[in-house]
């Protein structure tokens, strides 16, 4: 099975193989076909399994589809990650994925100075990837709004319970369009996190 029979675009299919990733993993060759109908996921994999590509590949194949660059303080994705390094290695990923096109991608993460992020968020985001808490600090300083976010991934949501996370979900959610595709990828899948499938996902389909 190739990418291209699970749907996606011949030239996202090329920028893969240009990685050196042409053979679909299992979580990949379940997610993506589902995720490019628009269809909510909830998605239980280990961390190397090939999840960015999983959510990824099938955003910026929606993005692109859009045919519109977004709005100054807004962004088409949104992306959460527990950590500065797992959001760092997710957007570096979606940098090479996207390399070409007129695709935006920005990171922001705690740590790091957030004038400089102020400003990149001003031109407006195709996919933002972020930790909660940094985004919450520039959502109250009014550096980006969600209403036009159409589609949000949670990943490696267990360790994000594990760090207050629920919180956080609790006040970026309301801010997203309610039009939107949620997808949402663990490697443990303890009560809570059905409870907030159940939340946040619209009959997600299980993988």
Known sequence: MTFEDL???PRLA??????????PTPIQQKAIPHALRGQDVMGLAQTGTGKTVAFGLPLIQAIMKLGRKPEPKTAHSLILAPTR???????DNLRAYTYGTHLKVNLVVGGASINPQIQRLSRGSDLLVATPGRLIDLLE???IRL?????????EADQMLDMGFIHALRRIAPLLSGDRQTMLFSATMPKLMSEIAGAYLTDPIRI
């Open 7 to 9: 749907g996606l675009q």
């Open 14 to 23: 090329a920028k893969l193989a240009e990685q050196g990733i042409t053979d």
């Open 85 to 91: 390094e797992l959001a760092k290695q997710i957007a």
């Open 141 to 143: 300083r009014k550096a």
């Open 147 to 155: 209403d036009q976010t159409r589609f949000l991934v949670l990943d």
